[in-house]
Structure formats: C-alpha cells, structure tokens
C-alpha cells in the first residue's frame, strides 16, 4: 500500500490520537473515564447523523436537511409516546417517517432533474424545520417514558446505549457498503454517474435509496437525542448537518464522490466531540467554539480538494 493510501486510511486516526494528547496535556480531566465516556454519548447523534451523510456524500451528494429532519422526528417521536403509543412503535414510526422524508429529497431530485442535491435537501431543511414548529407550537414535548428514555440515557453495564446504537448502525452500514450489490453500486454512483447508468446500474433508484437512509440515521439520532433530553424540542438538531458533513470529510471522503469508509466517518464524529469536549473543559466561549469549528470544516474541504488534485497529478503522470 503506498504512502498516501496509508495516510488515507490511518490519517483520520492518527488525528484523533493527535488530538487526545493535546487535550490530555491541556486539560487534567479530559483523559479521565468518566469524561471519555461522557464524550463518547454526546458524539452518537453526530456519528448517526453522519454514518446517513457518508452514503450520500459517496455519491458526490449532500443532504443539509438532515438536522431538521432530526428535529421533525424528535416532536412527532415525542408526540405518539405522548399519545400513548408503545416505545417500540414510536420508534419505529419515527424511523419509518425519517426515511420517507429523506425519500422525497430523492425523488425530488431525481424526478425533477434538479441540478444539484443542494437544492431539494435546502428547501426540505426548511419544511421539515418549520412543520416541527407549527405541529408542536414552538414548545418542547416533555416528561417521556422511562423505557423510551433509556435509548439516549440508558447504559449496559458501563457502556452507554447510544454507544450500542451507533455500533449497531456502523456494522449494518459497514456490511451494507462493502459487502452488498446495491453497496458497491454507491460507489460506483460516486466514481463515474454515466458510466455507472451504463453498466446497467439503476441510479435513479439508488440514489432515492441513499437519501432515505440518510432520513433512517437522522430519525435514529433524534430517537437518541429525545431519550436523553427527555423531550421532544423544535429546534434540535440546528446546525447539525455541518457537524454530520465535516465528520464525513475528516474521517476521508471525498465531496468529489467514490471514497469513504464507515470507519473514518466515526473516527471522524469522534474528532468532532473530542473536540466540543476539549474546548469545554478549557471554558473556551460557545463564540469562540463556532470559529473553531468552522476553521475545522474549511481545513477538511481544503485538504480534500489537495487530495484530489494529487490523485489527477497521479493518473496523469501515469499517463
């Protein structure tokens, strides 16, 4: 495997080990167990929402409504159980409605022959948002369940559920991409789009597919969210498709489509907590900690167009 390959797959990795002993050095309660595990809770809705946002940045996509999708299915999530619905078919209702929602942006831009994913995720960042302030009127849903709560506050032993729920969703995703037809059609998608339509590869339908899971792991995150804040609230998940779209390209994929990993995308989400926990612990201002991340997401961007241009210097040097 050659240098850069190496630093492809490790380089997200080794950035977090990186980045752990710094805030070790700095902060004598960052490395401590409590705190790790307290930043491996908050990093799940992050890493669920991101695991949605690689498959669809695989593709050269992009999907900025995932945090208001989040935040739709954490009202109505909160309004069956509410309503009395049983936990389990809350939960499962709320997947289902993230899934469908995150369909329409499929279709819309597949059917519609939208230029760019941009435009039918922007305009259902919007609609989901504003339907999860009309349908509650503005307020939170609170005082859940007990058994529902365990989801986003429970544990097993020492590790917490949310822990379990990504790991879950990780191998799922990680089977799904790798091992699966349908996976390496993805990829596929992502590399070449015309060439993919001409080997027979039905792209209308996968990419309708991708951006349901995305909605499916953006309804899992608010499931998540809602059992640990005990409540059903509008306005969560704002912002949250930026933190989703940088862990995607700090684990290593690519925006130009074709490349990333179910394992750098979590390293990724992890480096994104880390992070929050880190700037927390040295009482940085929330101010202050928007900069950080934002300088974050440029630096990500910027490293992967790097990585594109050599890789176009490469094939063209072969040549």
Known sequence: MSPAALLRRFGPLLGLLALCAVLGTLSDHFLTFDNLINVFRQSAVNALLSLGQLVVIITAGIDLSVG?????????????????????????????????????????LTKLHLPHPFIPTLGMMNVARGLALVICGGFPISELPSSFRFWGAG????????????????????????????GRDIYAIGGNPQAALLSGVPVDARLILVYALSGVTAAAGA???????????????????????????IGGASFFGGVGTVGGTLVGALIMG????????????????????????????????????????????VN
Not at 71 to 85: D, E, N, P, R, T
Not at 161 to 170: D, H, L, R, S, T
Not at 223 to 249: H, K, Q, T, Y
Not at 278 to 287: K, R, T
Request: aromatic share 6%; proline share 4%; charged share 10%.
């Open 68 to 108: 208001s999708i989040l935040g739709l299915s954490c009202v109505l999530v909160a309004l069956l159980l509410k309503a009395g619905v049983p936990p389990a078919l809350a939960v499962l209702a709320a997947l289902g409605i993230g899934g469908a929602l995150g369909s329409v942006n499929g279709l819309l």
């Open 274 to 317: 880390v992070l929050r926990n880190g700037l927390n612990l040295m009482n940085v201002s929330a101010y202050w900690q928007t900069v950080v991340i934002g300088v974050v997401i440029v630096a990500a961007v910027w490293v992967d167009v790097v990585r594109k241009r050599a890789a176009e210097k490469g094939r063209a040097a």
């Open 155 to 182: 544990s097993v032993g020492w590790i917490p559920a949310p822990v379990i729920v990504v790991v879950v969703f990780c191998v799922v995703f990680h089977v799904f991409l790798t091992r699966t037809t349908v």
């Open 223 to 249: 499931i998540v969210l809602a059992g640990r804040m005990n409540s059903g609230f509008p306005l969560a998940g704002m912002g949250s498709e930026l933190d989703s779209i940088a862990a995607v390209i």
